[in-house]
Every structure is written in C-alpha cells, then in structure tokens.
C-alpha cells in the first residue's frame, strides 16, 4: 500500500478496531468457558480450534489497523514495542529469576497459584503486564519528544 492512498482511521474508525476487538474478546471468553466443560481430546481440539480462529481475526484486525497508520504513529509503536517490551520484559524475567533462585524465602500469595499450571500462567500474565506497563510509558515518551 502507498502513502497516496493512505486515509486516517480517525475517531470512526478507533471505535470500530475497539469494538470488533472487544467482541472478538467477548466471543473467545465466553466459547473458552462453554468449551472448558468438554472433556478429553475433543474438547481440548474444538478449544485450541476455537481460540486460533479467535487469534486469527484479531491479527487481521491488526493487519487493517496497521495499514491505516501514518509513518509517525508506526515509528512509535516500533520504538515503543521495542524498548518498552523488551523493558517489561526483562523486569518480568528478573523477577522470575529471583523467585527461582530463592524460592525457599519467598512466599507467594495465595491468588498466584499453587500448583505448576497456576503458576506458570500466573508467570505468563505478569511479564506481558510488565511488557504492557513498558510499551504504554515508551509510547508516552516517544510522543512527548516528538511535541
């Protein structure tokens, strides 16, 4: 695609990348928790069958987004989800480290799991917050820069 024929999304279409997104979310969740209750390989096929499809239109939501984004606004996601991500998640992995290494001095409470699944989703979903918490102030920095 050319800068030539490149249109803003403008508010318009924020709203529609948000929407389609959080019904994608709301179909995902709610089929995650009908299919949870299938027991044996057909439920865990029909979830993980379910949840790419889900993922897929996401990333074609994504594709759409992108192709509408000025070069300004795609620099700053780049930089943003290079050093911010990366940020995040260095934190998230020293933090890891350290509940590896002293493990027997550390007592984690009790909403972050007790057995190894519960604990390595719990992992999981801090270091992307910690990528998340990363890319927002490197965005922020990139804008406030660029003023």
């Known amino acids: 695609m050319s800068f030539k024929s490149f249109k803003p999304l403008g508010i318009r279409g924020a709203l529609l990348v948000f929407a389609v997104s959080l019904g994608l979310g709301l179909i995902g969740g709610v089929l995650g928790v009908i299919l949870s209750d299938q027991p044996g390989v057909g439920g865990f096929a029909m979830t993980a069958v379910m949840l ?3 993922m897929a239109g996401a990333l074609l939501i994504c594709v759409w987004w992108w192709r509408h984004l000025d070069e300004a606004a795609r620099e ?10 990366t940020s995040g ?3 998230g992995a020293v933090l890891l480290m350290v ?3 002293r493990r027997e001095e550390v ?17 999981m979903m801090a270091i992307l917050l910690f990528q998340l918490a990363g890319y927002g102030l490197a965005w922020a920095w990139w804008w406030l820069g660029r003023r």
């Open 76 to 85: 700053a996601h780049k930089c943003s989800w290079f050093w911010g991500g």
């Open 107 to 123: 007592v984690l409470p009790q909403w972050a799991g007790e057995t190894p699944p519960e604990l390595l989703l719990t992992g």
């Open 52 to 54: 790419s499809l889900v």
């Open 99 to 101: 509940l590896s290494l």
């Open 89 to 91: 998640m260095a934190v």
